[in-house]
């Protein structure tokens, strides 16, 4: 039988490798404009946390945050994909990806009678939404005089957004925020939902084994 901390590696292994496939691909994110793009590569961080732990989910966030931070030098697909050259925009919301998806997880699996996967669904929309406010945090923090012209440009068809920086940013990114949230969740969800089915399936064949 596979030991605890074994199983771990192999999850981060798998999932970091995930991670990297998606990148090298272009799996891993879908552009909707110049000015911004969805991205998917939050679902193996979410599901690594899930999955294997705290731990593992750190290190397959770092390696998301790394892939984003090679993207931005070599192979940008967005007006703001040079701002991600800062760790603070590309490795930092990442790793918030698996805390925050660790404390939900834990923290609900700690309510009486909480299925796993409700925990789970939840534990990975936040993760996802996680991922998106701290994008926003950082680049607004930092770099907030910069965008703002980028994204005010981006909606320039809607006057009554024109001087106002802050809600066009927030704008921008609120539908990306519910899309990847909604992606996490459904994918964890069936993920774990079908780990369950799989676990009772074995459990079963166990019981009729024994039974012979």
């Known amino acids: 039988m596979i030991s605890e901390k074994n ?4 999850i981060t292994g798998a999932f970091s490798a995930l991670v990297v496939v998606m990148y090298i691909t272009g799996l891993g994110y879908i552009r909707i404009n110049p000015q911004i793009s969805y991205t998917i590569l939050q679902v193996p961080v979410i599901l690594a946390t899930i999955l294997g732990g705290l731990v593992p989910g750190l290190i397959t966030g770092f390696v998301f945050g790394l892939t984003s931070l090679i993207k931005s030098a070599v192979m940008p697909l967005s007006m703001l994909d040079p701002y991600f050259l800062n760790p603070l925009c590309s490795i930092f919301p990442r790793l918030m990806i698996a805390l925050v ?3 939900v997880f834990t923290g609900m699996n700690k309510i009486s009678h909480m299925p796993k996967t409700i925990s789970g669904i939840f534990a990975a929309v936040l993760g996802s939404l996680t991922n998106t406010i ?3 945090a950082m680049l607004c923090l930092i770099y907030f005089s910069e965008i703002a012209p ?3 440009k981006a909606v320039a068809n809607y006057p009554s957004l024109a001087n106002a920086a802050y809600i066009a940013i ?6 990306v925020a519910l899309v990847e949230g909604a992606i996490s969740g459904a994918v964890s969800g069936a993920v774990l939902t079908s780990m369950g089915i799989a676990s ?5 064949l166990n019981k009729e084994s024994d039974e012979e």
Do not use: D, N, S, Y
């Open 200 to 204: 009772h399936g074995k459990a079963k």
């Open 134 to 136: 701290m994008v926003f």
């Open 150 to 152: 980028i994204v005010q």
């Open 7 to 10: 199983r771990k590696i192999a």
């Open 170 to 175: 927030l704008l921008t990114f609120a539908p």
């Open 101 to 103: 998806t660790w404390l």
